[in-house]
């Protein structure tokens, strides 16, 4: 992995998930329609394992999208993170899904996976590690700074 970028901080990537938890909600309670709709309008029965994977399908499919389609959620957008995988280059489907497991696996084990990127000496976390990627903090070159101030 390249250095050129710095990694974001602790509360960009706090506000990163919050702004993406936000709208990943919204995104699952309107993807909650169509299973509602094909039960007649009744509830889904808590716990239902194919409910559980379809929203997770759906989750992977949100971030995924987003990630391999420039390397940013809306989020990410916000808080000027992008997600690059090894030389700065876009990432691919497959590393989107491992890095969406690996990130599953690391909440489960309360937050140790992301907070491992502060532990370790190369600063990636549990995710960044097993997909080949990393984020980055975009820094405007210095001749687009120099238009804006002038």
């Given at each position: 992995m390249t250095d050129t970028n710095?990694?974001?901080?602790l509360l960009r990537l706090l506000m990163v998930m919050l702004y993406d938890v936000l709208l990943l909600l919204s995104a699952l309670l309107l993807a909650t329609v169509i299973p509602v709709v094909l039960n007649q309008g009744q509830a889904i029965e808590p716990g239902n394992p194919i409910f559980v994977l379809y929203l997770l399908l759906?989750?992977?499919?949100?971030y995924g999208w987003f990630w391999t389609h420039g390397g940013q959620t809306l989020g990410m957008r916000a808080w000027k993170v992008y997600l690059v995988g090894q030389n700065q280059v876009e990432i691919s489907w497959q590393q989107a899904a491992m890095r969406f497991a690996v990130a599953i696996i690391s909440w489960l084990c309360l937050g140790l996976?992301?907070?491992w990127q502060w532990l370790s000496k190369d600063?990636?976390?549990?995710?960044?590690?097993?997909?080949?990627?990393?984020l980055i903090v975009h820094k405007p070159d210095e001749k687009s700074s120099a238009k804006k101030s002038g």
């Open positions: 710095p990694r974001p901080g759906v989750s992977l499919f949100f996976g992301f907070f600063k990636l976390s549990w995710h960044d590690l097993l997909s080949g990627t990393q």
